[in-house]
Structures are given as structure tokens and as C-alpha cells.
């Protein structure tokens, strides 16, 4: 039972990062590191983030962990971690709701402080 609340706590920090800054659109050139492996990188995380976006499965990142809230999942990147929130909103008339959205926080190597940006609401 510990095992499982310490993982849930953990798991709540890759979802909403406090310290992070949270961005508008997708990150951009702009806003990464000016070497050019940031640059390699930031090409790496947007290709994956396409890809969970279309119900694929990502090329560089790694399936991390999945939350018990309704299938939030979450993958880790070189630099970056990508969270596909799809969580149990609640029920109504025997029928469950759900939160769904797609979300990037990006970190060293690619920024020196982290980004975070999110596609929240209903997808589907």
C-alpha cells in the first residue's frame, strides 16, 4: 500500500510541476538552449508529442509509468516528459466522465529552467 501511495505522490509532480513556466503554444527554437544538441532534442520531443496526440506510440521517449485515476500515462524523454491525462472525472446517471489532455514539461538539456505546456480539455 505504501509502495503505491509513494508512486501516486511522485506521479502528481510530473503531472503539474510547480516550478515550471507554464507556455502558451509549443515550445519553440526560441526557447531552448542555443547548442545544437538542445535543438536535436526539442525536434525529438515534439516528434513524440505528435505522436501520443494521434494515439501512436512515441519513437525516442519511454513508456514511464501509468496512473490508477482512469489511465493517465506518462513517458520520459531525453530532456523532456510527456503526460497523457486521461483521468475520472466523475459519474453521472451511470456514466463516467472523463479529463483528457496531453502535456510537456521540458528540462535540462534542452532548457536551462523548465518549460511546461499543455493541451488541456476534452480531445475526443
Known amino acids: 500500500m505504501l509502495t503505491r501511495?509513494?508512486?501516486?505522490l511522485l506521479?502528481?509532480?510530473a503531472l503539474y510541476p510547480?516550478?515550471?513556466?507554464?507556455?502558451?503554444?509549443f515550445p519553440t527554437e526560441r526557447d531552448v538552449l542555443p547548442a545544437r544538441?538542445?535543438?536535436?532534442?526539442?525536434q525529438f520531443a515534439r516528434t513524440d508529442f505528435e505522436l501520443i496526440r494521434h494515439d501512436r506510440q512515441p519513437r525516442y521517449a519511454k513508456f514511464h509509468?501509468?496512473?490508477?485515476?482512469?489511465?493517465?500515462?506518462?513517458?520520459?524523454?531525453r530532456g523532456y516528459t510527456i503526460t497523457r491525462t486521461h483521468?475520472?472525472?466523475?459519474?453521472?446517471?451511470?456514466?463516467?466522465?472523463?479529463?483528457?489532455g496531453?502535456?510537456?514539461t521540458l528540462t535540462q538539456p534542452i532548457t536551462q529552467r523548465d518549460l511546461w505546456y499543455s493541451e488541456d480539455g476534452p480531445r475526443r
Open 87 to 100: 483521468r475520472i472525472a466523475g459519474f453521472r446517471h451511470r456514466t463516467a466522465y472523463y479529463e483528457t
Open 5 to 8: 501511495i509513494v508512486i501516486l
Open 18 to 25: 510547480t516550478e515550471a513556466t507554464r507556455l502558451r503554444a
Open 11 to 13: 506521479s502528481c509532480g
Open 65 to 77: 509509468h501509468m496512473l490508477y485515476d482512469g489511465g493517465t500515462t506518462v513517458y520520459q524523454g
Open 37 to 42: 544538441k538542445a535543438h536535436e532534442l526539442l
Open 102 to 104: 496531453l502535456g510537456i
